[in-house]
């Protein structure tokens, strides 16, 4: 069975239940999230094998972690222990019009962002492996971090895994420059990238007159395999619409548009890349610009980062079919 | 008073809370819910007496089934109890765009699937009813309950009740050659159906042009008194349209067309059910797919199978007006 | 820095979680809520020093009133304090189209409406007071709290502090004849009215061809120093339209209007007038109008009464800008 | 088969969960009490008949007050509706040692304390009848509830039914002289007494060297058929001791002290009650001691001020038996 | 790493939060639970690999059991998945003294009763393995899981592998005299017995005048490699000591006894059964002896059948020490 | 009146409910802690009034603390306010014998971890204070705190306040030799001291053969006006026994032993401190360590760090009487 390895930070996710104001709250819910977690998690429930390796806190909060990532069967026996550092943490608190919804990270020095080349043992994880994934948050969390991101990629390539990256720019983590000078220099290990026009535009300057241009640039430029652009129409806080694009050999892929009633946006560009890359690992672009859509549609009707959607769930929502109702 | 007697089969009922999914969830709301029951709850709620028979087992499960119909006024002095067999139970997933709503039955073996001719007295139910109301549900559960129901159809007719059956196909339950084998003989003892084109589709063959004309077709080939067919239009999981038409003697009945912001599906047609029987006993077609919609609209947004409605707010929302607002 | 002080009722509040009827619930959220305290806590979130006035039965619910609202820093050691009487309560029921929501009332004979001429210092009180602020619901509480509104807004008058009233006719406290007597009277006092047009009808029997007429027509007959008429659009019961205009010295000002997604409509109107008073008092009607819609719109997303806006997400609301989107 | 008729009050009931205090929390459980439901509840639960009469304001809660206590299978035919007044509320906190529980009551001019003599009618309540019940509670309501609850015991007497009262202090609702005075009145139409001997102190004067004392002067002064004596030892604010004894026609019968884990004290008194009479009509003053006793074990074990035991399970813990354990 | 493999049924569990009692209650946790993945999830958590093969419905229940025995590092990929017959389910009552915790299962024809000899690949499940666990719930599940339970303990035998069962009488799956003609024919494969004198008796009708004679008796007549017998004092339904034994060779082990403060009891017998296998197989039988203690007592302190204690922690207790306290 | 400042760190906390363990928990309940914070709030609830100095990022965790401390009336306007570094939290966990209650702390590089010398303004705050409060916690939470601390307390001196400190060694902020060197030094300015046997040994070495000892040799050292020793027996974890003696010029005072029924024993210490500083200032020794006792033993009565006791509790309770009771 094919095997995707990704490789990044996942915190507890703290968020007021019944639409309560962070500051208003009398009580979290709680659940786990990271990008790349997020994605380990979706492809396993798809049907391929997954491996998630982070470096977490020996507590119960870590063990929270990777007890939730294990839950849906993503092999968590790569992750790197300590008893030093922290388990980073985010609140999110659900918006609705015109209040936005928010995030704040509570990230700063966790067990993650003090690793060290030469902890994990690359060969020994990427073995058997098909394809290795993280995003631009993990080099964002601390220089040495970035070292170890840069490190994976380059080993995976080596061992012959192709390499995807979801650029994902957090503006809280680093400044536009900064993304710009690492990003470039690892779009030089990346095969596929899946990203969104906004983030394009800030971390590589890149814009157009149409998705397909932005993706077709970006392909040229960087030599990709393929490339993956989202679109997220935000109609209002509990409205969205979503979409997706994609470009491979000359060749643009697309898509219905989902009518999403949002209960959970946060992971949805998670589980999007989830889809497309099962689609893709075991289809190619066009299954995967379907599967990727219908994976995320799904998720964004969940509460969590985490995707519960089932294999058939997603083939039945990517064939497509008439008005939703109930099944019984 | 006019007396309403329903059979039929009621179920613990378990949903998880916020949007969470079935496999996810860390919790369950509790209801109870059946078709027949809720029909009983409305109606009574509106001001007619009914009374409600099943078999249940007598354990806490069993005596929440009981309690829950009770609260609102049914008489369930007619159940019948056994130290056998189990209570039915099923899960309610709430769905949301383009997620649908599902339904989980673990309903086998109930006590109520194990009745058997001769059990209920129902010379002694019958005496001083005005009406028997059934679904297409309860014979679908077993062998025996499908001669009980039978029986008690027989027995309701020639105690001069009129009989009324809502047709409501399972697919779960058995086939659509099964059921019309069935349902088609149970047509003789029938005055009033309640049902929609695709159960009629599906369950006796009968389409149409229009919902007139099915109407039309069912009531002369079974030569029902008056017949109600249901529309619903599920714009999104949180969004649908409601409207229902009659048929009575070659009239045609109809009403505005509900918006409804849905909290909670389930129970919807049987609250129109209710709503209809109810305005049909106390006034006439008219009266009843009025009160039919109504009750049904109102259903629709509070959480659980049974409406919590009052008479006065079914006739105000009957009697139309503006747009709603906050009554303080 | 600029003072406002508000009198008026605060209640304990309690609404059904999960859009259950208030029939059915198991369990109420527990708010504190009351048009003057709602108006006293935004306005100090905004940035202005308050102080609320009100009588208050010294047990657990009555010190909870005081907590909740003193929690968002205002000052409430003017608050009298009784071993008798009772603390008011209010349940509200949220609806779903097409059923409203709904308030009951249970406030009879609560510590304010026993309240007497005298009790207050109104002079201490008042010392260094910009605004005095109360509603139309005070006076209709009790005869003696009708007469210590008007011994209030005598007195605010007289230290030189400008008073505004909030209309807010409530038909289970008093008739619009009463209504109309006493407000009338108490118009004398007034330099600034919030109201809606429906108050206005029903209150003052004024109506007009436009909103801008009837705000004129106010000011005019009131000789009021500045009139704001709120406008909402119940679309359905969890989509409004809101917005508001103000005249002020023969000029109008008006807004753009705010499509919600309710959270909780109440306390809405509350939230306006407290944005309107700030942005009135530290800058004129154009940014009263526009703070006050900002505000309300932010309030309406939040359960309870009370807002928890924050300055800053004001201003960038009501500096308008694109579609809302997640912040992180 | 026997029935036993109550009357009384009955309110909604607000208890913060997990031990927060009132002042504090942020939501509230709902339940309904009131001593005579309590015991109508119970005494149905055990098996024999039962009607509640009380007085209710016809919205939401004064609905849920009767359908709860319907939900147990109590007859509330006999309920008088009214659109005035209000339903009487309380609010219970639960302690830990050293702090102990408190209730508030926010009960005043409920529609039960509005009811007038001739409003109810009485020769059809007790048709049929085999007890009638009431407690101290309701004649201290107000002047009205004392007039009605002498005409209901007179007539009870006059139709030949026993009369049981719980003597029922409430220093909250009239002082030892006011209660003196009017139970001392009511106590000629009394057979049974249900007490404790605090109560019997505060209201009669009486004490004594023993329970048994106290028991026997009860009733010789006021000629009762019996006397039941309820002794709640508060070992702590989660550790009760309890037991009661019974004197009839010169014999006393005691029964074993239960070590109780308190859930819920509140309602312990009334089942003991409603046990008391169940097995003193079914069997005698033995039975009724040991079923009283074993009915509010049981119930103090459950939150809420209503038993949800069965009449097995009274049974077998009135057997005794060894140190309880798991049934599986 | 030695390897457990456990064989039997795990269920969906429901239990009504804060001591509602079954028939009362409007919510419940959600746990899953089953005695020998309760043995594989603490043996794991204990530091040895365990899989867990079982027979499931592939739905959202189904999956939930299997998740939430992977969520602890347990291998899932031996269960056996059908589209047939359902999750069996179980309802936990928390009891409080003198009320009994209850337990209702609702479990006929779950998946397991339906599973085939030749369905599971045992010489696969057992390459490696070290220890084959399972439990006399097992075998009374139906007669095919009794002849799968057999050939599994058969085929571990062959492999090499000891066999441990915890005899775990249960009188609402069979007769005593069914589980003696079973159990007494299993014992001949197995090497270690886990149970409690009051199941010896009732399953072998073995008795002595002391635990240690049972013991003694029950290694000699079934010719054991060793026994261990479990002994829990229920004080109340809050408070029970804790303590066992074991019998090797001849020689006798005991421990302190835990004075637990329950929080959930279900699991305790099994967590000690982990407990004790972890410490056997890893140091002897004096070493189980007193990790099994620690393991079951840290167990009884949280909600669900599942333990979440580290090995840490089961270290620091079977240690002993003085008067717990907070760590901070 | 009197007032009371108070300078430390206050965190958001986050616990499980219904004794979940940290790993297992899918929600938290929210409180806001921290001993200084704690003294705060229980001085104002006794009655005199206090203000407390701390240094929060200004997000709404940062505001949430501010308001929980300011709801109770705390002044809060001394607090220091920064857009940078972030709020501390921490994680209790609640444990039942055997398994112990655990806390894990988050807190590093949180505001007042980089508060320094000269940021507050001391002369304003001191500004009519009687006495100036802080814990061992406070100068352990970084070298800039150690010197802010340091700071205050001589100018508390200077500016003619009362200095108090409760010792409260944290092992996870410093070793004991870092804790001894500094403390001896602040012990300087202290004026008043409030620990415990088991610190005191800890920090200072100072053991002796009975606690009078111990507080005899504290106060000769240190030169201290007044010590008070807090003895707490762990009983379990749900069952503790609490007392404290003070030793002042010679004389010893003690009090009775609490028996406690455990609902939260963190910032039990805490509330001591507050009652015992209460109880001393206005009354002397003797009214401070009953006081304290009294006011510390209400507080482990309710969920979260913070004190909801009144006045008149305290009172009633320090008097003593009987067993505890309802009141009603």
Chains 1, 2, 3, 4, 5, 6 share one sequence.
């Not at 979706?42 to 806190?57: E, H, N, Q, Y």
């Not at 943490?89 to 990270?105: F, H, L, Q």
């Not at 241009?213 to 030599?223: G, H, I, N, Q, S």
């Amino acid at each position: 069975m094919q095997k995707v390895i990704t490789f990044g930070e996942t915190m507890i996710r703290l968020s007021p239940p019944d639409n309560n104001r962070l500051e208003q709250t009398g009580s979290f819910d709680v659940h786990v999230g990271g990008s790349e977690s997020n994605v380990a998690v979706a492809i396993k429930r798809l049907g391929l094998d997954t491996s998630f390796v982070t470096r977490l806190t020996d507590n119960p909060l870590g063990r929270m972690v990777r007890n939730k990532v294990r839950e849906h069967g993503v092999d968590v026996s790569s992750i790197v222990w300590t008893e030093e550092d922290r388990v980073g943490t985010y609140y999110v608190e659900y918006g609705a019009n015109p209040r936005p919804s928010a995030v704040i990270y509570d990230r700063k020095d966790s067990a993650i962002s003090k690793i060290e080349r030469g902890t994990v043992d690359w060969k020994e994880v990427f073995a058997g492996g098909t394809l290795f994934h993280t995003s631009g948050i993990t080099p964002a969390l601390s220089s040495s971090a970035r070292r170890v991101t840069e490190e994976a990629m380059q080993k995976a390539k080596k061992q012959g895994l192709k390499v995807s990256v979801d650029l994902n720019y957090r503006s809280k983590l680093w400044s536009q420059e900064e993304a710009r000078e690492c990003m470039t220099g690892l779009m030089e290990f990346t095969d596929i990238l899946v990203t969104s026009e906004e983030d394009t535009e800030r971390v590589f300057g890149i814009s157009g007159e149409s998705y397909e241009e932005v993706a077709e640039t970006l392909a040229e430029r960087f030599d990709f395999e393929a490339v993956a652009i989202t679109l997220r129409d935000n109609i209002s806080m509990r409205r969205n619409d979503w979409t997706a694009i994609a470009y491979k050999d000359g060749n643009f892929f697309d898509d219905m548009t989902y009518e999403l009633e949002l209960v959970d946006r946060v992971g949805g560009g998670d589980s999007f890349t989830a889809g497309f890359l099962y689609g893709y690992l075991t289809g190619g672009p066009d299954k995967g610009i379907k599967y990727g859509n219908a994976t995320s549609a799904i998720k964004q009707t969940n509460p969590g980062d985490l995707n519960w959607c089932t294999l058939e769930e997603v083939k039945n929502l990517a064939k497509g079919g008439g008005r939703v109702r109930i099944s019984r």
